[in-house]
């Protein structure tokens, strides 16, 4: 290893979960950050996060924990990211880059943009990363290595700001990608939202289906488990999502069920032939992407 | 390893592929099997088949195939079972027991049952293993280690073959279990046919969405591909299934369609209390079965 330079000598994560505290972890493990410091709603999950080395140190206090950051890292659900912005706001000192890891750009940058005074900068992104895991426990150094990150820079955004954000996410062995708001909020939709829609959706059906009395999902072979393992995410998390990406998830939910409405035609009238056309289009469009 | 008792002097695989050629395998790493011979429409995957040693011999001719064969296996598509083995039968000998791996059991029953003359045996049956590949390169004898398998009795079936078949199954490492044909549809249109039909559907609604000219699942990340992993399965098998498991599957995409739409009218609603409770209730479903 070279020696690195600090890119950040004063970092605060706010929500240091699995997003917030593996970027914590993986920026230290780069060699890049200076300090640390943690700040969330209640001591249990800091407490666990400073005992496994995540953060050096936290504040309950918003303000306290900003107190002289170079870089704020917004990882909470997305419809708090606006509101815990404005509690800090008034202890960033000038200067200071604030930047999140949401999973939904447009309506996170429209509530956060217009609350930004003059000298303040503001970087949407989101690592495409993640795990069905919650908390600072669920946090590891590599969850980054290798994944895209995408960063949705603004009309707003400092172009300064906006590259010391992409070297951070490089040194944590991300591929950074940008993109505007409304690409980002489309793409996820149809790549992330809507599976996940899907499999909650599946789950509750499987689920519901109790006409014997014993335990039909202990039938299921790996498929199913590996199909619905996104099913456990965090509520809060997917409630977040699907309110402020509703437009763009909704358009997908339909694209979805007109295939589904045509694939259940197709076997109400045992059109065999339009079956098997499905069938291989799905096929072929699945292997085209591995 | 002690001596095993041969179980089978001479098997016949109809269909050498993922299911008939993992069983065949498995039966000979097991010791429990004496000659194998394979039986399929044309050379190149009997030739595989032969090289990659899961057969000692094949017949191109079916009567000749299953001359002399104690059991018959027959693992090809769901709808080719009942005339594939109108195409055997002549050749069998008295007593033979003729045993399947067909994802649907009710309509292979009732199409094979009554071809059946005295003195030959049928055994319906069901592994749940599988991966998405498909021919004799894609069989490996451990498939069934540790997995399930379903047998599916009737009135007509002889308790000497259904023996016999249970300590096939036993011997190859599964794990086996007798249900009726009908809860036996019923459970895997849920737990397996609902889920393949949901990932089919969903790798359509995703593909389709070219607004933008690049390639979006680029940016799918490691949970959309495992997701939809067995969208790639075999087009034919799958049409098979869905013609053949009609009414079950119908049922339990209705069930679906409940659920995705009581999702859809809560994020149009913007009920926030709704849509955590119903991510919720779906991570402790899926929890429960972890
Ligand atoms: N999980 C993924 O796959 C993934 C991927 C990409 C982006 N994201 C985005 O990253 C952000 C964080 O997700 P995550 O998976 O890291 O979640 P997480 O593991 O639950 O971490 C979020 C942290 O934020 C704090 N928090 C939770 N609810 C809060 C609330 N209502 N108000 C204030 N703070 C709260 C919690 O810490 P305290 O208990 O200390 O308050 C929690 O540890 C979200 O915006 C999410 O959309 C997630
Ligand atoms: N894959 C799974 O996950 C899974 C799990 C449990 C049960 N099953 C059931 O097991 C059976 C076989 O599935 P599999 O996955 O083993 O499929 P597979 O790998 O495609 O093997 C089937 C074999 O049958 C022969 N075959 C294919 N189409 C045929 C046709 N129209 N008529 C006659 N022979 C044909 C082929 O051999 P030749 O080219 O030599 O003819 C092929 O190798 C199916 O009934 C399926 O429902 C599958």
């Known amino acids: 290893m070279t020696a690195k330079t600090v890119l950040i000598p004063r970092l605060t994560i706010i929500g ?83 930047t999140d890891g949401g999973s939904v750009k447009g309506a996170v940058v429209r509530a956060i943009e217009p609350l930004l005074p003059d000298g303040i900068h503001f970087v949407p992104g989101h690592p495409i990363a993640g795990t069905e895991n919650s908390g ?36 944590v062995g991300s591929d950074v990608v940008q ?48 199909f619905t393992r996104i099913a456990s995410s965090d509520p809060t998390m997917w409630r977040d999502i699907a309110e402020t990406n509703r437009d763009a998830l909704l358009e997908m939910m339909e694209q979805f069920d007109v295939f589904f409405a045509e694939l259940k035609a197709d076997i109400v009238a045992g059109n065999s032939d339009k079956l098997f056309d499905f069938f291989q289009r799905s096929k072929q469009l699945r292997d085209a992407i591995l």
């Open 179 to 226: 993109m505007s708001l409304e690409k980002h909020d489309k793409v996820l939709a149809a790549i992330s939202h809507l599976p996940h829609m899907v499999a909650y959706a599946l789950v509750n059906a499987v689920g519901s289906y109790d006409h014997y009395e014993e335990n039909i999902l202990e039938y299921s072979a790996g498929g199913f488990r590996d």
């Open 16 to 98: 240091v979960g699995l997003i917030g505290g593996s970027l914590a972890l993986a920026l230290k493990e780069a060699g890049v950050v200076g300090e640390v410091i943690g700040c969330g709603r209640g001591k249990p999950n800091l407490e666990k996060a400073l005992e496994l080395g995540i953060i050096d140190s936290y504040k309950r206090d918003p303000q306290e924990a900003v107190s002289g950051a170079d870089v704020v890292f917004l990882a909470t659900p997305v419809k708090t990211l606006a509101t815990v912005t404005q509690r800090f706001l008034p202890g960033l000192k000038p200067g200071a880059i604030i």
């Open 136 to 171: 600072a426990e669920a946090a590891f150094s590599t969850l980054y290595h290798g994944k895209r990150c995408i960063l949705t820079p603004t009309e707003n955004t400092a172009s300064n700001a906006l590259a010391l954000v992409r070297q951070m996410w490089s040194a």
